[in-house]
């Protein structure tokens, strides 16, 4: 019963925010501060579960979540879903604000010992996300991108859906198949 309220609080909130966006690019000024005012809203949120460690950031990144989604208006397209394009936004800037985070820190103390210590785990990091990214490119689209957007986005199957255009359940589909197929590559590489 909880599930099915927040699907629905989820599918209205988006169909509020479509409206809203979808008239604000036909013109409609006040449609357009409406979609704003709410996505600040709703991008507080967002941010503040995925950045409970760091307060003093969701501001300054709601806000160049805010203008980022302004200056892409003309890359959504209308016919797919906007909060997974708007999160995928906020994502990225997530993305550079700790990738700021990480080369400040480090230029304030270059000689740092544990510093050391971490740079092979970041090789290896490396090392296997390119390894995954192989796996993934061998895989049909319709089986790799459900990975993604779920397991690798942290997307839900609904988002994923919704996203990808295709139905609920060929998302939980298209992990299961994918990831037997990669679990029987990897057994036949050893």
């Known amino acids: 019963m909880q599930r099915i309220d927040k699907e629905g609080r989820e599918r209205a909130t988006e169909d509020r925010f479509r409206e809203f966006f979808v008239r604000g690019l036909a013109g409609d000024g006040a449609s357009y501060q409406a979609f704003l005012r709410e996505l600040g809203g709703h991008l507080r949120a967002f941010l503040r579960k995925r950045l409970s460690g760091l307060p003093d ?27 997974p394009w708007v999160h995928a936004i906020a994502k990225y800037k997530i993305v550079d604000l700790l990738r700021a985070r990480a080369t400040r820190d480090r230029v304030t103390d270059p000689f740092d010992e544990e510093s050391d210590l971490f740079a ?30 779920t397991k690798l986005d942290g997307l839900s199957v609904v988002e994923a ?6 139905s609920e359940s060929a998302i939980k589909v298209g992990v299961h198949r994918g990831l037997k197929a990669l679990a029987t590559m990897l057994k036949g590489t050893r």
Do not use: S, W
């Open 57 to 83: 950031d969701i501001e300054d990144l709601v806000q160049e979540t805010l203008i980022a989604v302004h200056t892409r208006r003309h890359t959504y397209d209308t016919r797919q879903p906007l909060t």
């Open 120 to 149: 092979a785990v970041d090789t290896d990091a490396a090392t296997a996300r390119r390894d995954v990214a192989k796996l993934l490119a061998t895989l049909p689209e319709r089986q790799r991108l459900p990975i993604v957007y």
């Open 161 to 166: 859906a919704r996203a990808t255009g295709m």
